[in-house]
Nanobody, 126 residues
Framework: QVRLRESGGGLVQAGDSLRLSCTISGRTFRDSAMGWFRQAPGKAREFVAA????????YYADSVKDRFTISRDNSEITVYLQMNSLKSEDTAVYYC???????????????????WGPGTQVTVSS
């Protein structure tokens, strides 16, 4: 059974940093893109970042570019999201997800991802 679990969320002040982790069990996804999404109260789930199957390509939403960094470890069982210079508008539940279909460029549409974690809350106070 495939399971994804996010960790590392919390309450921080604007300007602080957090590092989210997503641990995968039940299967390895060496050939799959991984993504991070977030959802704030009353808003739709939105794309944050994605990393290609081999870790070479990384993609970001404009709102987090130059502040967030996505990475994956060599064993392909953990994906990270380093978040720097956090802003109040970054407050949301953050989800990691796996897209098992091979694509030239990782998808930004959450409906194209197959497996999801339960999410971790990130709250940034101003």
């Amino acid at each position: 059974q495939v399971r994804l679990r996010e960790s590392g969320g919390g309450l921080v002040q604007a300007g602080d940093s957090l590092r989210l982790s997503c641990t995968i069990s039940g299967r390895t996804f060496r050939d799959s893109a991984m993504g991070w999404f977030r959802q704030a109260p009353g808003k739709a789930r939105e794309f944050v970042a994605a990393i290609g199957w081999n870790g070479a390509g990384t993609y970001y939403a404009d709102s987090v570019k130059d502040r967030f960094t996505i990475s994956r470890d060599n064993s392909e069982i953990t994906v990270y999201l380093q978040m720097n210079s956090l802003k109040s508008e970054d407050t949301a539940v953050y989800y990691c997800a796996v897209d098992t279909r091979w694509r030239i460029v990782p998808a930004r549409e959450h409906g194209l991802y197959d497996y999801w974690g339960p999410g971790t809350q990130v709250t940034v106070s101003s």
